[in-house]
T-cell receptor, first 114, second 115 residues
Framework: EPEVTQTPSHQVTQMGQEVILRCVPISNHLYFYWYRQILGQKVEFLVSFYNNEISEKSEIFDDQFSVERPDGSNFTLKIRSTKLEDSAMYFC????????????FGSGTRLTVV | AQSVTQPDIHITVSEGASLELRCNYSYGATPYLFWYVQSPGQGLQLLLKYFSGDTLVQGIKGFEAEFKRSQSSFNLRKPSVHWSDAAEYFCAVGAPGGSNYQLIWGAGTKLIIKP
């Protein structure tokens, strides 16, 4: 079963610091997504990425956020200046390909901003 | 706008009892439908999904779900729950049409198992 791998599993950072969350998606999948889940709340879409470009982003994904593909296989989600309200679980995901569409999520990175 | 409603925030059932978790969606056409399970502090595991065809789908861990178009529902069922099923369950929908779609999520239902 193909896997999506995320690192680190848990990150604690001080408010105002930059954080980089990393993900290795399933190879050969075209689309790549980031979601987040604030503790006790529903999962929310952040951004989708296709062919080295952002294809769609939510209102949450403001200028503090960026997505990159630094080396052709890994993806990163960067938060430039973290706020307390950025504390959440961040998931990357591949939505799958025909004929077996389906979303595969990484195990998540729990970000705690103090 | 698309939305997903899970009316039950918590459900408590006895071990060995049957389970049904409700999910209703609002969407203009038949969306892709998913159920995920999340243990505390863990990731999201796909239980089952529906794209088309047979409206009763089987998933992992003995779960099944039935798509009812007339009711815009995709309820999750299990005939006999085990203590290890205690977790939070999320229903999600995605717009059909290929491999580029975001998921819209319900708020989740926390399943508590009584011994």
């Amino acid at each position: 079963e193909p896997e999506v791998t995320q690192t680190p599993s848990h990150q604690v950072t001080q408010m105002g610091q930059e954080v980089i969350l990393r993900c290795v998606p399933i190879s050969n999948h075209l689309y790549f997504y980031w979601y987040r889940q604030i503790l006790g709340q529903k999962v929310e879409f952040l951004v989708s990425f296709y062919n080295n470009e952002i294809s769609e982003k939510s209102e949450i994904f403001d200028d503090q956020f960026s997505v990159e593909r630094p080396d052709g296989s890994n993806f990163t989600l960067k938060i430039r200046s973290t706020k307390l309200e950025d504390s959440a679980m961040y998931f990357c995901a591949n939505p799958g390909q025909a004929p077996n569409y389906g979303y595969t999520f990484g195990s998540g990175t729990r970000l705690t901003v103090v | 706008a698309q939305s997903v409603t899970q009316p039950d925030i918590h459900i408590t059932v006895s071990e060995g009892a049957s389970l049904e978790l409700r999910c209703n969606y609002s969407y203009g056409a038949t969306p892709y439908l998913f159920w995920y399970v999340q243990s505390p502090g863990q990731g999201l595991q796909l239980l089952l999904k529906y794209f088309s065809g047979d409206t009763l789908v089987q998933g992992i861990k003995g779960f099944e779900a039935e798509f009812k178009r007339s009711q815009s529902s995709f309820n999750l069922r299990k005939p006999s729950v085990h203590w290890s099923d205690a977790a939070e369950y999320f229903c999600a929908v995605g717009a059909p049409g290929g491999s580029n779609y975001q998921l819209i999520w319900g708020a989740g239902t926390k399943l508590i198992i009584k011994p």
